[in-house]
Antibody, heavy 119, light 107 residues
């Protein structure tokens, strides 16, 4: 069974940092692009970043470029999102998802982890 | 960025009804479009990929069509468990973008 489990969310002050993790099982992690997708409270879905199987390619939505870094550890079957200089508008549930290369269909999702940026 | 516009934003229908949602892209995205279903408090679920291909395990009452800029998602006979918000998503260009969602309710 494919499983993706996010962790690391929480309350952080504006300007602060947080590192999200996504532990996966049930498939060969190193064979897939992976992505982060977020959803602000009561709002729609927003793709945030993706990373190639070997980590050699990474792409970001403009609003997080220079602040967020996506990474992966294929030996640990884990995906990460380092979030720095957090803003109120980064408040959202963050999902990790399998997929993000071509074709970029997100076939499997985690349950999400809530990040709240507030003073 | 490619803008994805869904219509309607909300929809109320009866069990057994045929339901149609449209998604329009701001530029040609060929058939690089997916549809997702999201139930309250849950992660999205992929239903349709490549505009018209049914994801494994998804009931055949769900279907998709279209190419270029105009796409349609259809539920042939609405079931109570289909109550959810539906999103289209393009993957022709980065950043991948989603429609704003269509909230489907039972009448």
């Amino acid at each position: 069974e494919v499983q993706l489990v996010e962790s690391g969310g929480g309350l952080v002050q504006p300007g602060g940092s947080l590192r999200l993790s996504c532990a996966v099982s049930g498939f060969t992690f190193s064979s897939y692009w992976m992505s982060w997708v977020r959803q602000a409270p009561g709002k729609g879905l927003e793709w945030v970043a993706n990373i190639k199987q070997d980590g050699s390619e990474k792409y970001y939505v403009d609003s997080v470029k220079g602040r967020f870094t996506i990474s992966r550890d294929n030996a640990k079957n884990s995906l990460y999102l380092q979030m720095n200089s957090l803003r109120a508008e980064d408040t959202a549930v963050y999902y990790c998802a399998r997929g993000g290369g071509r074709p970029a269909r997100f076939q499997h999702w985690g349950q999400g982890t809530l990040v709240t940026v507030s003073s | 960025d490619i803008q994805m516009t869904q219509s309607p934003s909300s929809l109320s229908a009866s069990v057994g009804d045929r339901v149609t949602i449209t998604c329009q892209a701001s530029q040609d995205i060929r058939n690089y479009l997916n549809w997702y279903q999201q139930k309250p408090g849950k992660a999205p679920k992929l239903l349709i990929y490549g505009a018209s291909n049914l994801e494994t395990g998804v009931p055949s009452r769900f279907s998709g069509s279209g190419s270029g800029t105009d796409f349609t998602f259809t539920i042939s006979s609405l079931q109570p468990e289909d109550i959810a918000t539906y999103y289209c998503q393009q993957y022709d260009n980065l950043p991948y973008t989603f429609g704003q969602g269509t909230k489907l309710e039972i009448k």
